[in-house]
């Protein structure tokens, strides 16, 4: 199969691709603006196994000259702007990708005639819930963003149903919970926590930490966005663990395993909008017999290990678009 990626450099994307490549022999083709959070050298150890292109997917005319070489099977939608924080700065650059660069991929599926259209979405569209509460969201439940960026990936979610029901377009919409792991920019809440000890800086903490998400290791997330893409069923599934923690409580565990204490946590003003907790409704895919295998332990340290055998990656991330956004944020 001719396999688009689009994507594939960013934090999620990348460990993707990797995945797939080592499991399947089928032609990937990578498409990725390269923004502050894609990195070419995430991919770097599979380049001579994928084509890459270097490209925006609102380019209406380099996109359809791609559709048009390949002629693709399946088209899985990575690329996106993501960060909540940023898209509370400035919510233009959220809605020329998360939406009008979807719409211009789904034009391009129907036209070129592609057999599925896969787009990844986020636990973030169904907006909160209250903290004390076993109420979990459900596939089919009413579309309810509190922020920017989860605007535009609930606006991207409605363009691909409505491109199934109206054009016949066979889609699948995946709606993780928080992903962690390697590779991810350090403007994340997990990654920041690390870059921040590892230099002997306090953590930074919004409100009073008490938030509450679902935490998924992301080679769970790609093993069951893979398995959920190759099965003839289409529709939307979320992807979660189930078990919920606190801000607090992801803090403690990364303090621990630095062998850091509470003292270096400091807690700031809390985000405009800062949604209470996300919570997953995962039995669509329990019943698949689908359910990830690493738990937030494990996951923690393996994650911890790699930023720690990987600092210049935590380094290399503070560019001046980072540093500005540090400076917005918390006046450093």
């Not at 959070?37 to 925006?56: L, P």
């Not at 693709?72 to 509370?88: K, L, Y």
């Not at 377009?169 to 928080?178: V, W």
């Not at 509450?212 to 289409?234: A, P, Q, S």
């Amino acid at each position: 199969m001719n396999i688009l990626v689009t994507g594939a450099c960013g934090f999620i994307g990348s460990n993707f691709i990797k995945y797939e490549v080592e499991k399947y022999d089928d032609h990937f083709v990578v498409l990725d603006k390269l923004t502050y959070a894609g990195d070419i050298k995430n991919i770097s150890d599979i380049k001579d196994r994928i084509t890459f292109i270097r490209g925006d997917i609102c380019d209406d005319v380099l996109v359809e000259d791609i559709f048009a070489k390949y002629h693709f099977d399946i088209v899985i939608n990575f690329a996106a702007e993501t960060h909540v924080d940023r898209s509370i700065i400035d919510p233009s650059v959220f809605v020329k990708t998360n939406v009008e660069g979807v719409s211009v991929l789904l034009k391009n599926c129907i036209k070129y005639k592609v057999k599925r259209f896969h787009q990844i979405s986020t636990d973030e569209v169904y907006g909160d819930t209250v903290l004390d509460s076993d109420h979990r969201f459900k596939e089919d439940d009413p579309l309810h963003p509190n922020n920017p960026y989860s605007a535009t990936k609930a606006s991207g979610d409605l363009l691909v149903m409505s491109y199934h029901k109206t054009y016949g377009l066979d889609t699948i919409i995946t709606r993780s919970s928080n992903n962690y792991g390697p590779n991810q920019h350090n403007e994340k809440y997990i990654p920041q926590i690390i870059d921040r000890l590892v230099n002997d800086k306090d953590i930074l903490i919004y409100g009073d930490g008490n938030n509450k998400r679902d935490w998924l290791y992301v080679l769970d997330n790609c093993i069951l966005i893979d398995k959920i893409m190759r099965k003839e069923e289409t529709g939307t599934y979320n992807i979660a663990t189930g078990i919920e923690y606190t801000n607090n409580d992801i803090a403690s565990k990364i303090l621990a395993i630095l062998d850091k204490d509470i003292s270096k946590v400091r807690y700031i003003q809390d985000r405009k909008g800062h949604d209470l907790r996300y919570a997953l409704d995962i039995s669509k895919i329990k019943a698949l017999g689908l359910y990830p295998s690493i738990d937030i332990d494990e996951g923690l340290k393996r994650t911890v290990a790699w930023y720690m055998d990987n600092q210049a990656y935590l380094e290399s991330n503070k560019t001046i678009s980072y540093n500005d956004y540090l400076r917005k944020n918390y006046g450093e």
